[in-house]
């Protein structure tokens, strides 16, 4: 929610900051310049940054080229020339001051302390734009309207950079100084009391970035950090307090007077520890955490809040639907209600004034154009008044919209409607009743009869704000100035950019003349007394132009006797003096030059009632009520050379008039008809028949009849479009669009959280309702006019769990029903994925998340597997899965309760073959297996390193990895040597025996807790170890087929002594041999003598001698010897492998 309320006048309180293009020649080629608000510009030759129409800085044809525009051309015209009997009685006094020694500082703030003061304050700053710093700076003071100025030494024999300063609104001496030193380090403040005249140094542990005085208490001042903190102080800066650090820029707003009971209090945006933000509000006395009040239930949208007069607003947005609130006199919140397909886009405040709210809405079909909407008085029901005003993208997404209140008389709008590509300008008297085109002039500047005639030509005007605060704009008009309106723009069908002659009314828009051909800046002296034109050019000037006779004639003055760069324009706070100072500088590398203006000798007297005339005021149809009014006016004669003065006032005499249609707007529901402007026409969706939302039994309300009469409108009598609504008794509706929520909007909570439940209920009674509420945890209550008392619902679950809520509405017309459900939980720790970390290609692996506290209930669980984006999502905490391609796959589990949520990665490896042992433990390590994953990851890893350092294997072909739960038991995976698949078939793998020879051997063992030994074990000596492999039917009958060979063949070899075959002394009686075909099968024979032998060979020493990495494969195919099998069962068993498709 933004507001386009204009700044106010530039005054005691209102800052001129310039920024500078810094170029590395002045006289650069014409070019934008961007101003920021409030910032005084040296030009340096480059063009403004609202000049698009691309002008070269030249002058048309008929004025004065290169600044001199007094050498006669405009002195030629008409206008001019009528002036100058005029010139010879004015007398104009111009000074300039040069402030030595900053010719490099490219910003400036002005400031004229206040009314009834001499004194103006200027800061000059040298603004490094790298580093967005301030690295220098100078203080100038005047005390003689700006005649003469004095360089300020706030701390002799110190340098100082000072980077801002403010001035109390409610009284002008009071001035504060931002300040440090000149590497930071010391943070200060420099206060005054005396306008500047002595300064007091404070000392200060932050770096403001923002100051805020109070709008009616002159000591007290809130100070904004860029961090997000937010200072207080009660004695104009000398001590502060910390209010809170998580403060929103821009959305801090003190106490509206009349409006918040406490002037100490202060409202602001904050963001919560959640992240989300807040709308809040505490006392600058105690702004803890603990004692700021949530003003609105509930999370709001960032940089959403604004407070302004009697109204709050804030938006709310989920999924794609934003929703807008407003408080209206600090009462409770109420969704604003817009025509039901509006679903607005945006929202932008355009005025607050006269208790109503005036806004622009953007709709869900609408891109570069607003619908201007008008409220009632709380702000709530809206109807529309125009369509399609134009609006503009500015940068921080910054948006413009070409709408403008005219000042000094009240419901006069001026807006831009863009229709089909084409701009046109409109022009409101009555707050957007009716909307008129501009009627164009009826001669030019030189009194020549023109073309333009309506309705095919009208006057167009640019409705741009001025990007530094001190020049006008495109557009001027003042409070000190009614009727007064003087802007840029163009004749013709419609808006050209490019185009931006200038016009001037003088009695509020019915009739214009124009007066300059391209746009200038304008200053009103003495309630517009006189009019100071200067033009808007990137060239260099020595002229003003002024009018005394409200624009009709025109005085041409050389105010310097060198041309200058005009970057901006001053006079005293109210426009009500007639002393005025011209900015610039001579070049870009040139000092500041500061000229005053005074224009006071020229008007010797002060006006009597015989100076002035009277005018009405008018719309363009010559009608004299307007608001319900005839007003009347007063403004000083042509011929009359004397000062309005301090205490002049235009109003003159109101007097009220009869109602008639102008005098009423469409309600809400209803819109105007585009053929019959007068009447207005239900919308399709309202039910004309519907009894507002607060009507109550026992109370009455009237239908609508389509119309509500303008707000501050002052008519009586006459047409009541009102009058034919209906009264109807409210009737005892039944409970509808029954709601319960939580406050915060969290449905998930921890156990023994404070919980606030909020019932809302949109339609129906609700005085004569009863609720029944049940916690769902057994507590259960019933109230009386829960929606209307607003009484909170607050409880604390004891235990997790989810709890179902539930809340029954019942009168005797009929109930609703409205349930939630609530999930108490603690939030959760931490999740860790278990996993095999070794699996064959297409195999079904199982993902498991346990999840810390084990009591969490209700997570979510995200697996996001290998480079997939997109992840599965399951209620449970585990996951079957297979990977298709060898190679590493990295998986990741994400858990999720509502309230948090923790993730945790595995890396899984995807062979083609391996082979794996089930391992044991001595049950004496249960006692000190704890279950978590850390240990079972240092066991692992024991067990790999005590098994390579007994067998020899090589470690990175080892992986042991230890299961969950008890009794502990262990997978010892024994990985490939080789990446090449075809060689690894052709090959016998000898690591299998030597690690079963060592695991039966009783030789891996390791230490616990207290010297104990653990001893590793085969889980089953009789299963031995399993690979992978297609199916079970295919190879057991090669398992019988090969036996059978086997049996034969050792039969023969043992009948008949072939010389090559040793015998069993030698050799025990396993052997490996290669059989034809491509897979290789290990078997091993069985004879009577087994039991009688013994191994050659000592287990305990020659293990270690086993030749490591590829000497573990029989590469000449012949039966190898691996010791003494016979005291191993686990060979008793045949063993197969597979090189595709495993399983386990």
């Not at 002229?543 to 901006?568: A, M, P, Q, Y």
Request: charged share 20%.
């Amino acid at each position: 929610m933004a507001s386009l309320r204009p700044e106010e006048p530039l005054s005691a309180g209102a800052h001129l900051c310039v920024f500078l293009l810094i170029a590395s020649a002045w006289m650069a080629l014409p070019g934008p310049v961007r101003c920021d608000s409030g910032a005084l510009t040296r030009r340096g030759g480059e063009d403004r940054t609202f000049d698009t129409g691309g002008r070269d800085g030249g002058s048309p044809p008929g004025l004065p080229k290169d600044g001199d525009e007094g050498a006669g051309g405009a002195e030629s015209s008409p206008r001019f020339r009528r002036a100058l009997s005029r010139e010879k009685q004015m007398s104009l006094l111009s000074s300039s001051f040069v402030l030595k020694g900053d010719a490099t500082h490219n910003q400036a703030m002005v400031h004229w302390t206040g009314e009834n003061s001499s004194v103006i304050l200027i800061l000059t700053k040298y603004y490094h734009a790298d580093s967005t710093k301030v690295l220098e700076s100078s203080l100038w003071r005047s005390s003689d309207y700006g005649t003469t100025y004095t360089k300020l030494n706030l701390m002799p024999g110190t340098t100082i950079v000072v980077t801002s300063f403010y001035i109390c609104p409610t009284n002008k001496k009071k001035v504060v100084l931002v300040g440090s030193s000149i590497n930071e380090r010391d943070q200060m403040l420099f206060i005054s009391t005396d306008e500047g005249s002595s300064f007091q140094r404070q000392s200060i542990s932050f770096t403001p970035d923002t100051l805020i005085f109070h709008p009616k208490e002159e000591d007290k001042l809130l100070a904004y950090c860029k961090e997000g903190r937010l200072f207080a102080s009660t004695d104009l800066g000398r001590k502060w307090t910390l209010l809170q650090e998580r403060v929103t820029k821009d959305k801090v707003f003190w106490s509206v007077s009349g409006v918040d009971v406490d002037p100490d209090l202060v409202h602001m945006e904050m963001q919560d520890t959640s992240g989300g933000y807040l709308y809040v509000t505490c006392l600058i006395q105690n702004c803890s955490d603990k004692m700021v009040t949530a003003q609105f239930l509930g999370k709001i949208d960032h940089n959403s809040l604004l407070v302004q007069d009697d109204y709050v607003f804030v938006k709310v947005t989920t999924g794609n639907r934003t929703k807008h609130f407003v408080s209206y006199r600090r009462n409770e919140f109420v969704q604003m209600k817009f025509p039901k397909y509006a679903l607005p886009k945006d929202v932008q405040i355009v005025s607050t004034d006269d208790n109503q709210v005036f806004l622009a809405l953007q709709e869900w079909y609408q891109s570069d154009t607003y619908n201007l909407y008008q409220s009632d008085p709380q702000g709530v029901y809206y109807s529309i008044v125009l369509e399609n005003v134009r609006s503009t993208k500015q940068p921080e997404e910054n948006v413009l919209i070409d709408v403008l209140e005219v000042r000094g008389i009240r419901g006069v709008f001026l807006a831009n409607q863009k229709i089909d590509g084409k701009v046109t300008t409109l022009i409101t008297y009555n707050k957007g009743q009716n909307w008129e085109a501009l009627a164009p002039p009826t001669t030019d500047m030189n009194g020549k009869p023109i073309s333009c005639k309506a309705p095919h030509c009208h006057l167009h005007l640019h409705l741009r704000w001025a990007d530094n605060p001190y020049v006008s704009g495109t557009v001027h008009t003042k409070d000190s100035a009614p009727g007064l309106i003087m802007g840029a723009g163009n004749l013709g069908s419609k808006l050209v950019e490019y185009k931006e002659e200038m016009y001037i009314t003088s009695d509020c828009g019915k009739t214009w003349r124009q007066v300059f051909e391209e746009e200038h800046h304008i200053l009103y002296l003495d309630h517009g007394g006189v009019i100071v034109a200067i033009k808007d050019t990137s060239i260099p000037l020595k002229i003003l132009k002024f009018s005394i006779d409200e624009g009709r004639t025109w005085t041409v003055h050389n105010f310097t006797s060198t041309s200058v760069f005009v970057d901006g324009l001053l006079s005293e706070p109210g426009d009500e003096t007639l002393v005025m100072t011209v900015f610039g500088h001579i070049s870009y590398r040139s000092d500041w030059e500061l000229v005053k203006v005074d224009f006071r000798q020229s008007f010797p007297r002060q006006c009597t009632e015989s100076d002035y005339v009277s005018w009405q005021l008018t719309d363009l149809q010559g009608e004299k009520c307007i608001m319900g009014q005839e007003r009347s006016f007063r403004k000083r004669k042509d011929t009359a050379f004397c000062i309005k003065g301090k205490s002049y006032t235009s109003a003159l005499t109101t007097k009220p008039c009869q109602c008639t249609e102008q005098d009423f707007n469409c309600d809400y529901g209803f819109e105007r008809s585009h053929t019959d402007g007068n009447h207005c026409f239900a919308d399709f969706w309202h039910d004309l028949d519907s009894p507002p939302e607060d009507c109550h039994l026992g109370k009455t309300y009237e239908s609508s009849t389509g119309y509500r009469k303008v707000i501050s409108n002052m008519c009586e009598g006459g047409l009541n479009k009102q009058q034919s609504a209906t009264q109807h008794n409210c009737p005892l509706l039944p409970p509808k669009g029954l709601q319960v929520s939580i406050k915060g909007q969290m449905l998930a909570v921890a156990p023994g959280d404070d919980i606030t439940f909020i019932v809302h209920q949109e339609q129906g009674d609700t005085s004569s309702t009863k609720y029944q509420v049940d916690l769902g945890d057994g507590v259960r209550a019933i109230y009386q006019n829960l929606t209307v008392t607003d009484e909170p619902i607050q409880h604390r679950y004891k235990n997790p769990g989810v709890y179902k809520v539930t809340v029954k509405a019942e009168n005797t017309a009929g109930h609703d029903e409205a349930t939630m459900y609530i999930q108490v939980t603690a939030p959760l720790q931490e999740v860790h994925l278990e996993v095999a970390p070794i699996t064959g290609r297409n195999h079904e692996v199982n993902l498991t998340a346990i999840v810390l506290p084990t009591e969490a209930n209700l997570s979510v669980f995200y697996w996001w597997i290998g480079d997939n984006l997109q992840p599965t999502l399951t209620l449970e905490n585990s996951l079957l899965t297979s990977f298709p391609e060898t190679g590493e796959v990295s998986v990741t589990v994400q858990a999720s309760n509502g309230r948090s949520m923790v993730q945790d990665t595995r890396t899984v490896r995807v062979y083609d073959n391996f082979q794996v042992i089930r391992l044991s433990f001595s049950t004496n390590l249960d006692r000190f297996n704890p279950n978590i994953p850390e240990w079972r990851e240092d066991i692992g890893q024991m067990v790999t390193k005590i098994l390579t350092k007994t067998t020899g294997v090589p470690l990175e072909s080892l992986l042991t990895v230890v299961k969950p739960g008890l009794p502990t038991t262990a997978d010892l995976y024994i990985l490939p040597l080789y990446s090449n698949p075809a060689k690894r078939s052709m090959l016998v793998d000898k690591r299998i025996p030597a690690i079963i020879q060592a695991l039966n051997s009783n030789n891996v063992t390791f230490v616990v807790r207290g010297g104990l030994l653990v001893l590793v074990m085969l889980a089953d000596p009789n299963a031995g170890f399993y690979g992978a492999a297609k199916g079970p039917g295919v190879w057991a009958l090669a398992v019988i087929i090969l036996i059978s060979i086997f049996a034969t063949g050792s039969f023969i070899l043992y009948k008949f002594k072939s010389p090559w075959f040793r015998t069993e002394e030698a050799y025990p009686p396993l052997f490996f041999r290669k059989l034809p075909g491509s897979r290789n099968v290990y078997a091993q024979m069985h004879n009577e003598k087994e039991q009688e032998m013994t191994s050659p060979v000592n287990h305990s020493e020659d293990t270690q001698h086993i030749i490591q990495g590829e000497e573990f494969i029989d590469d000449d195919l012949d039966s190898q010897t691996l010791g003494n099998a016979g005291g191993s069962p686990a060979f008793r068993s045949l063993v197969r492998t597979t090189t595709t498709n495993h399983c386990y």
